[in-house]
């Protein structure tokens, strides 16, 4: 949803025109570029606390158009076009993971006086845009391509004339448009391999505790949330584990049946004792 939705009006100067322009264009690559610049400044003013009303505004209007914007199309393997997009790598992949870990060390208290909004209609604003740009990465990511990556390349090899038995493609002039097959390919299958390390390595890190501290005792909103960037019931806690962990700021998300059959299991698995509210001490954390 765009900010507007929670009364922040449109910023008229500022960085968010400029971006809003770039996509009407399409010139993605310019986008991303941009957003860089924005994003730098968006850390800079956080850590001096000079952020206005009026940038304020633009910086929550440019985070929301880095998060909704398109990603750059995927790599054709199976064009000998070479892929418009392979000197940007992962620019737009980058981006998107900044706008959640600028989202989860903002001053929501400050931000709220700036704008002029209640403090926890901001923090909904954050989840959902961090857990959009969460579930469209997933949606990417294809967690088998490496298994058929290998048989891609040699699939290219084989369907040039020269290369029948699957030799290794040469320097003749005909076996560029295979080089250039193959090239596409290692890009293809770079970003797939970013999608998941950005998402599991950064993104989840970032998210998942920004929940906790946005919604502390509110498990549905926190379920909510991880649900919206596209995990299923039975991923929920594992994904907690692995991020959060259990500790005494997290225990109120493993109460109920499913939390305690989930503490037996990770307890047998890892030899590490259960603990409850009411039993054994909470590790502090």
Not at 122 to 127: F, Q
């Amino acid at each position: 949803m765009p900010p507007d939705s929670i009364h922040i009006r449109r910023s008229t100067e500022g960085h968010a025109p400029l971006l809003k322009s770039l996509l009407e264009q399409n010139d993605l690559k310019a986008f991303y570029h941009h957003a860089k610049t924005v994003l730098s400044e968006l850390n800079a003013m956080r850590r001096h606390g000079t952020m206005m009303r009026e940038e304020a505004c633009d910086m929550l209007w440019s985070l929301y158009l880095i998060s909704g914007a398109p990603m750059y199309e995927a790599p054709d393997y199976d064009s000998a076009q070479p892929w418009l997009y392979k000197d940007e790598r992962d620019n737009d992949i980058a981006a998107k993971s900044r706008v959640i870990s600028a989202l989860s060390i903002m001053d929501t208290k400050q931000m709220s006086r700036n704008l002029g909004i209640h403090e926890q209609r901001l923090k909904h604003l954050h989840a959902a845009y961090a857990a959009a740009i969460i579930k469209r990465l997933k949606s990417l990511y294809l967690p088998d391509f490496g298994k058929k990556e290998i048989a891609l390349k040699d699939e290219i090899i084989r369907s040039h004339p020269a290369s029948p038995h699957g030799n290794v493609i040469g320097t003749h002039p005909s076996d560029y448009s295979n080089l250039l097959r193959i090239g596409n390919l290692n890009y293809f299958s770079m970003r797939n391999s970013m999608y998941h390390s950005y998402v599991s390595k950064i993104m989840e890190k970032r998210f998942i505790p920004m929940l906790v501290k946005y919604f502390p005792d509110q498990a549905g909103e926190v379920v909510k949330y991880i649900r919206k960037a596209g995990y299923g019931n039975g991923e929920v806690l594992d994904l907690i584990d692995r991020t959060a962990g259990y500790n005494s700021k997290t225990a109120y998300l493993y109460q109920g049946k499913n939390g305690e059959e989930h503490r037996k299991n990770f307890s047998k698995k890892y030899g590490i004792p259960v603990r409850t509210r009411a039993g054994m001490p909470i590790n502090k954390g």
